[in-house]
């Protein structure tokens, strides 16, 4: 080989090895590349994983919130029903205590006005009486007196209208 020759192939083979260097780089920096857009893509998809995950919490969250607000309406409804329905039995039982007084007043009226009655019924009772007694006892003189005026007259009497 001469000396052309031999330049020449060492040019060929340092171009030979440029081109394969300039490969390789290539090869690399598509490698690099690639490694960089799937290391983005990664990033992206966990971007977006986070995302999806934080929009899920936060509807977990609302959806949380709405059940507490739910619950608190139910206890606040039922809270207001147990006032409604005591503050009705304490009315019944109100009216109920009204009630029964109003019935022991009219109970007593009746026994006042009952003993009252029975009370002046004795009084007309003893007041009969007394008027038969004194009708008797006007009977009684009446008739006494008749008998002295009727009975008849003595000796003594009669000498004396003769």
Do not use: H, Y
Not at 40 to 61: F, I, P
Not at 123 to 132: C, I, K, V
């Amino acid at each position: 080989m001469t000396m052309g020759q031999w330049r020449n192939q060492l040019i060929a083979v340092a171009t030979a090895d440029d081109d394969d260097a300039q490969e390789e780089g290539e090869e690399e920096e598509e490698d690099e590349e690639e490694e960089e857009e799937r290391e983005e893509e990664e990033e992206e998809e966990e971007r977006e994983e986070e995302k999806e995950e934080e929009e899920e919490e936060e509807e977990d969250e609302e959806e949380r919130e709405e059940e507490e607000e739910e619950e608190d309406e139910e206890e606040e409804e039922d809270e207001e029903e147990r006032e409604e329905k005591e503050e009705e039995e304490e009315r019944e039982e109100k009216e109920e205590e009204e009630e029964k007084e109003d019935e022991e007043e009219e109970e007593e009226r009746e026994e006042k006005e009952e003993e009252k009655e029975e009370e002046e019924e004795e009084e007309e009772d003893e007041e009969e009486r007394e008027e038969e007694e004194e009708e008797e006892e006007r009977e009684e003189k009446d008739e006494e007196e008749e008998e002295e005026n009727c009975r008849p007259f003595t000796k003594c009497e009669s000498k004396m209208f003769d």
